[in-house]
């Protein structure tokens, strides 16, 4: 039940209230001066405070705005005899959430107290799903040891604190992964690891929705601009303003929209369809895609203007087979989630288990880890996940005269690192060091591909 405080100088009244109060199994204190109202509250935080206006040492306007100094301020009634219009704005710009008039009824009171209550829980309730976003989102979601792992938190951290002395936006980020590599994570952990973590955060996939309707999405529209524009509606830009806006699969916005896009990023304006008037925004762009926007450029399906716009700031995230060593921390990680969410109890790995992971390739990188996982999990009838409760397929063995097979040194001859090593230059030498050909051939992508060169210091 809560705890409610009665700052009330007739000393009947207030004793009728707190008692009707504890009757409804609520805990109340009586306090019959203004200031030592306001100390009572510091003791107690209580959840609700029933106030008069007129009270010895400070009137109820004081008390309130004292109160809503508070880190966590309680929900706020006022009651008077001396009931007006300009009274009752007053004490609604001061923080109460409603104004009662004397003789006021135990019922009406109660009802008050109840819908104070009520939005003090939504508030606490919305503030631990913000604060369970916020951790979940954090550097600290971004699971790995790896060196990759390790060098990409450092870069977020890094990006994400640049931010411009005149309060506009900030550079956008680019973020380049393949499917299920978590760049919406890395999008999040970039938003909340700077100083607009405070600031909303606004997703949206530019492949969900199709260019006649993203558009309205991400620049909104006023009343009447078209057909079925019946209300004015703000835009995702607008929404993400002082904040963050993500552009999930960035590489299928259409060019039309792409050019309005830049004007954004431009000029720090954003026109609604329909509108006559732009209106100044301070967001951060972070863009995400699988795609090779350099490939997008050459095909005409991206604007190059906006390619080197979108890269001030660059990530590019290692897939989940060339980290191995994270798919351990990984693996305890979602099963500490999914124990959590289907009380499963203390959910392990056999070590058999774990080496069937660490020996597949994770085509679907992480988000295919956990889905498998997931799936061990709600099958299995134990805490212990044997191999054959992940049901991955069997590795597929290299075709006798492969390439690959034929030119692969002798066991224990050459560490994993330098076998990389040694394909990357011989593909790199083939294609006479030309990287976008390089990647074709060895079937990843050009960004991809200078992240490992990169890695193991090759140059031409």
Known sequence: MACLLIIEDEEIL?????????????????????????????????????????????DGLEVIRALRRFDDPPRIVMVTGLASVALAVDA??????????KPVT????????DRALAERGERRALEIYRQRDAREASLDALVGESPAI????EMVRSFASVEPTDHTPAAPILIFGETGTGKELVARACHQAGPRAKGPFVEVNCAALPAHLIEGELFGHEKGAFTDAHTRKTGLIEAADGGTLLLDEIGELDLALQAKLLRVLENLRVRRVGALQERQVNVRIVAATNRDLDELVRAGKFRSDLMYRLKVFQITIAPLRERPGDIPLLARHFLGQLAQRYARGDLRLEHDA??????????????????????????????????????????????PGAPHAAAAPAAGSLSLEAVEREHLVRALEACRWNVSQAARKLSISRDTLRYRMERHGLQR
């Not at 199994?25 to 609700?48: C, I, M, S, Y």
Request: charged fraction near 20%; charge should be neutral; aromatic fraction near 2%.
């Open 14 to 58: 207030a004793k009728n209230i707190a008692r009707h109060f504890e009757k409804l199994g609520h805990t109340a204190e009586v306090v019959h001066d203004g200031v030592l109202g306001v100390a009572a509250a510091e003791r107690l935080q209580p959840d609700v405070v029933i106030v008069d206006f007129q009270l010895p040492g400070m």
């Open 92 to 101: 609604m710009k001061a923080g109460s959430m409603d104004l009662l008039t």
């Open 106 to 113: 135990l019922g009406s009171l109660r009802d008050a107290v």
């Open 150 to 153: 390790q060098g990409l938190r």
């Open 354 to 399: 774990l080496a069937a992971l660490q020996a597949h390739d994770w085509p679907g990188n992480v988000r295919e880890l956990r889905n498998v996982l997931e799936r061990a999990a709600l099958l299995q009838r134990t805490p212990v996940i044997r191999a054959s409760d992940l049901m991955l397929p069997a590795p597929v063995a290299a075709a």
